[in-house]
Every structure is written in C-alpha cells, then in structure tokens.
Nanobody, 125 residues
C-alpha cells in the first residue's frame, strides 16, 4: 500500500520559514518524480514545485521561485520543501504527490499517481 505522509506545516508570521517533509512508503521511491501542490479554500489545487527522480532537476511555480527549495533524499524515501520569506498568500493546504516518470515531472494534478493527505500552512500578516 502506497503512503505519502506530509509533515512540517504550521502557523508562521510573514517573512518566516517552514520546512515541509513527505515520507513515502510502498513504492520504489527513486523511480518517481515528486512534487508539491497547494490548495487554498475555494480554489483549485495548484502546482508549487517538482523534482525529478534523481533530484538533478527542479521546477517551480513563478510565485515561489527564489523563495522555496525542493529537495529529496532517496535513501530516506523523503522529499522536502524549504519555504522561506513566506507571505500570507502562501497559506494553503500543501500536498505531496508522486508521478511514475523518468522524464520531466508534470505540473498538472491529473498526471500524478499518488497523493498525501496534506499539511496546513498558515502565514499570518
């Protein structure tokens, strides 16, 4: 059974930092591209960042470029999202996702095979 378990969310002030983690089990982690999406109340789930299976290539939404950093540790089956200079508009439920591909990861929700339950990030102004 595949499980993706996010952690690290919470309440932070504007300008603060958080580090999200996503621990994967039940799948050959090193063969999956991994991504983070986020969804605010009443809005669609949006792409935030992705990393290819080897961790050599990373991708970011324009809104987080320069502030967020994605990384992965294939030995620990874990993907991370370091979020700095947080803004109130970053507040959302953050989801980890896995896509079986050795190519470039997609930015579209429908392309992902597995999802976590999400972790809430709230940035106060």
């Amino acid at each position: 059974q595949v499980q993706l378990v996010e952690s690290g969310g919470g309440l932070v002030q504007t300008g603060g930092s958080l580090r999200l983690s996503c621990a994967a089990s039940g799948l050959p982690f090193s063969t999956y591209a991994m991504a983070w999406f986020r969804q605010a109340p009443g809005k669609e789930r949006d792409f935030v960042s992705a990393i290819n299976w080897r961790g050599r290539h990373t991708y970011y939404a324009d809104s987080v470029k320069g502030r967020f950093t994605i990384s992965r540790d294939n030995a620990k089956n874990t993907v991370y999202l370091q979020m700095n200079s947080l803004k109130p508009e970053d507040s959302a439920n953050y989801y980890c996702a896995a896509e079986l591909t050795v190519g470039s990861p997609h930015t579209i929700v429908a392309e992902y095979d597995y999802w976590g339950q999400g972790t809430q990030v709230t940035v106060s102004s």
